[in-house]
């Protein structure tokens, strides 16, 4: 890929934003969290019971918030994800590399619709969809992924493979039949296989 080529297909760039009220509703869980330890607490203190049950009892309370906040990491980024030609970067507010992976080794995968999860050189990244602008955005991130992924020629094969489909979706008779489909899929097969 020339340089004139390279400098026609600008990065990627998607902002990323934890979704609106997340804080609110963490600092909610967490201040039931403290309340629900204190009253365990306050408790066991009158009915005479040991302090090391006290301290148990609090102390689950502490690990199941502990366990939120840590498990709820996909919706706190913030910053921005860049995918270049080379690379899948993480990008913090200021404009700093938090992680980054060669696009080539980077998988792409959307679990349940709401987390999307970066995986390459045995580095795992999950970001849920909330973090981004809009539901397109992960669309427009899987895109650019594959694209970037397939190399120089991805996007002569794609689009190939769409203007060949919107031509013959085009030239369909209103009433065809279903041998025209399964036609239609075996040469979606066809332009697949030489994606591979």
């Known amino acids: 890929m020339t340089y004139r080529e390279k400098a026609a297909r600008p990065p990627a760039r998607f902002d990323l934003r934890p979704a609106t009220g997340f804080y609110a509703a963490a600092v909610v869980v967490t201040l039931l969290g403290v309340a629900v330890a204190a ?3 306050w408790g066991a203190l009158q009915h005479g019971e040991p302090p090391t049950a006290v301290l148990v009892r609090g102390g689950g309370v502490f690990v199941l918030v502990a366990i939120f906040w840590l498990g709820s990491s996909a919706y706190r980024e913030r910053g921005a994800l860049v995918v270049d030609d080379e690379h899948v970067s993480l990008l913090d507010p200021e404009g700093r590399l938090r992680w980054q992976l060669p696009v080539a080794e980077t998988s792409f995968e959307l679990r349940g619709g709401v987390v999307v999860v970066l995986r390459g050189r045995g580095e795992v990244r999950r970001l849920s969809t909330r973090v981004f602008q809009t539901d397109a955005e992960v669309d427009r991130l899987a895109q650019a992924l594959v ?13 190939g493979v769409f203007s060949e489909l919107s031509a013959a979706a085009q030239s369909l008779p209103a009433d065809h ?3 025209s489909d399964a036609e239609m899929d075996a040469r979606l097969d066809r332009q697949l296989e030489r994606l591979d």
């Open 39 to 41: 009253l365990l607490a």
């Open 177 to 179: 039949d279903q041998a």
């Open 147 to 159: 694209i970037r992924g397939l190399g120089e020629s991805a996007d002569e094969m794609l689009r």
